[in-house]
């Protein structure tokens, strides 16, 4: 699936949501990509603004006293090229405190194509759980949750 030429993109009922635009991933480890996310988000609400079109932002908390996105932490505000309008809506996205799990071998992929490349579903599948696994979820074997059960009986 390549990009869409801009001719083909239709914006008569669009709207522009922008999620976790957020001083609190700046706290994350690891390298990240795209160095200009934030200045395509602040030239998409620009845009968007200036079209008369809706925005909406949403905002990720958590209850978790040490996350960077707890409320009374400061990475929970929006990142200045972010910040909301006072006339746009502000969704709030919550953490409750939740550990979910994630079944690696009880879920799966598909093979995708995008921008040219094609991607094997076992791949898409890796790079899926690798983004979940210790940012909203613990991936782990069916066979480990069913020795959970065990124990528990």
């Known amino acids: ?19 976790g ?8 480890r690891g390298d990240r990509n795209n160095p200009d996310a934030e200045r395509h988000v602040a ?9 008369g079109l809706p925005v909406v ?35 709030t996205e919550s953490a409750l405190g939740f550990d979910p799990y994630v079944v690696d071998d009880a879920t799966v992929a598909f093979d995708r194509e995008f921008d040219g490349t094609r991607y094997v579903a076992e791949q898409t599948h890796r790079v899926a759980l690798a983004q979940l696994s210790g940012a909203v979820a613990t991936v782990v074997e069916a066979a480990t949750l069913l020795a959970a059960l065990e124990r528990r009986t």
Request: proline share 11%; aromatic share 8%; hydrophobic share 35%.
């Open 1 to 19: 699936m390549p990009y869409r030429e801009p001719e083909t993109v239709e914006l008569s009922a669009s709207g522009l949501v922008a999620v």
């Open 21 to 28: 635009v957020q001083r609190g991933y700046d706290d994350r």
């Open 43 to 51: 030239e998409l609400l620009e845009g968007y603004r200036a079209a």
């Open 57 to 91: 932002h949403v905002r990720h908390e958590t209850v978790e006293a040490g996350s960077p996105f707890h409320p009374n932490r400061p990475g929970v505000a929006f990142k200045p090229a972010a910040a909301p309008a006072d006339d746009e809506p502000v969704v």
